[in-house]
T-cell receptor
Framework: QKEVEQDPGPLSVPEGAIVSLNCTYS??????FMWYRQYSRKGPELLMY????GNKEDGRFTAQVDKSSKYISLFIRDSQPSDSATYLC????????????FGKGTKLSVIP | EAGVVQSPRYKIIEKKQPVAFWCNPI?????LYWYLQNLGQGPELLIR????????DSQLPKDRFSAERLKGVDSTLKIQPAELGDSAVYLC??????????????FGPGTRLLVL
């Protein structure tokens, strides 16, 4: 079992829909939880990260972590065609940690 | 601010041939990473440099892969000889070393390698 599991999709939604992307993890040492967005033929770019449990909001994006269930979520409100990309969740241990463990990524298509 | 630069963007070679990838990190970033990303998978760390020192190369297949970061700036990743299974995207990332917070890693566009 991989330490970070993510459904690869693909996921297709109409423009304006609320998107929910999810991951689970197994390593209790993970404290940082990140979401990266990767457009086709580009490198991943960090969208946002959270530390420990809780929510974090940035514009139309909300990241949520539930450490009790080891569940990571990313919600996208009012989805746009420009949100079409692969979304990768990643986790890391303590401060100064560089070792990122990525999920497989979920490919999202937002249809106009 | 310029991002992480990688070249070439695409490379097609025959198996058993050598290949090299080049990376120029973001200016001022002392930490550099090489990742391997297979199709439909997340990136996996190959090697991490702090300045010119390889501080974690535990995931680098040393029988055929080598890397260097002379002068602590640009880096080169080499495969010799290449095998069919090496076909993947090779990503370079850089960061400012952080001891008390998460090191945000900035990725380049990657080099897409196809071994025939």
């Amino acid at each position: 079992q991989k330490e970070v599991e993510q459904d690869p999709g693909p996921l297709s939604v109409p423009e304006g829909a609320i998107v929910s992307l999810n991951c689970t993890y197994s390593n209790s040492a993970f404290q940082y939880f990140m979401w990266y967005r990767q457009y086709s033929r580009k490198g991943p770019e960090l969208l946002m990260y959270t530390y420990s449990s809780g929510n974090k909001e940035d514009g139309r994006f909300t990241a949520q972590v539930d450490k009790s269930s080891k569940y990571i979520s990313l919600f996208i409100r009012d989805s746009q065609p420009s949100d079409s990309a692969t979304y990768l969740c990643a986790s890391a241990a303590g401060a100064g940690s560089y070792q990122l463990t990525f999920g497989k990524g979920t490919k999202l298509s937002v249809i106009p | 601010e310029a991002g992480v630069v990688q070249s070439p963007r695409y490379k097609i070679i025959e198996k058993k041939q050598p290949v090299a990838f080049w990376c120029n990190p973001i200016s001022g970033h002392n930490t550099l990473y090489w990742y391997l990303q297979n199709l439909g998978q997340g990136p996996e760390l190959l090697i991490r440099y702090e300045n010119e020192e390889a501080v974690d190369d535990s995931q680098l297949p040393k029988d055929r892969f080598s890397a260097e970061r002379l002068k602590g700036v640009d880096s080169t990743l080499k495969i010799q000889p290449a095998e069919l299974g090496d076909s993947a995207v090779y990503l370079c990332a850089s960061s400012h070393q952080g001891f008390y917070s998460l090191e945000t890693q900035y990725f380049g566009p990657g080099t897409r390698l196809l071994v025939l």
